[in-house]
């Protein structure tokens, strides 16, 4: 799954360069104190700790039934080494500017979507209780960046995060099929 995701970022930052603009305006920067507070903040968070190197705000965008779980063999995952392989996608010519929310969407039926699946799949790869994954969303950002250049660069992306308890947390890249009506 993290080479899936690992490879997901790393396309997301090629694919940057198709997308030069003029801008966009962005959010403010989210802080480890809100991080958890919404779906689009979580979802600006992750983005934001991986390209501006904050291991301490992406690791607040999991659970910690995902962060402590250990397994039979006595493993449990390297937080570490998964920011690593995220921030190792990333270019380092490119300065991160901030993002801005393009449009989110409820993961229900009325949407086209299977809740009760995700949560099962939220459940065993996050270690929680189904009843814990109380909702979803798949937030749609647009991520500014500055290149070498001094040109204004923008991409989007899809993430999809999900609410457990007052707390939001990140579950999975979206590719860019996953576009849908706002």
């Not at 993002?99 to 099962?120: G, M, R």
């Not at 937030?139 to 999809?160: A, P, S």
Request: charged share 20%; hydrophobic share 40%; net charge negative.
């Amino acid at each position: 799954m993290i080479k899936r995701i690992t490879a997901a970022v790393l396309t997301v930052a090629i694919s940057m360069l198709a997308f030069a603009g003029c801008g966009s305006k962005t959010d403010e920067f989210v802080t480890i104190d809100n991080v958890n507070q919404s779906s689009i903040n979580v979802a600006e968070g992750f983005f934001q700790s991986v390209f501006t190197g904050d291991e301490e705000m992406f690791c607040a965008c999991y659970p910690d039934s995902f962060k402590e779980f250990v397994n039979a063999d006595g493993e449990q995952v390297d937080m570490h080494q998964v920011f690593e392989q995220y921030t190792s996608t990333s270019m380092p010519d490119y300065t991160y500017l901030g993002a801005s929310v393009s449009a989110y969407n409820d993961y229900v039926e009325e949407n086209n979507y299977d809740f009760p699946s995700l949560q099962i799949d939220i459940s065993v790869i996050h270690h929680m209780e189904v009843e814990q994954i109380e909702a979803a969303q798949i937030v749609k950002l647009r991520l500014n960046f500055q290149n070498g250049e001094g040109e204004h660069v923008t991409t989007d992306v899809y993430i999809l995060v999900y609410k457990s308890g007052s707390a939001w947390y990140v579950f999975e890249l979206q590719n860019s099929d996953a576009e849908f009506a706002v």
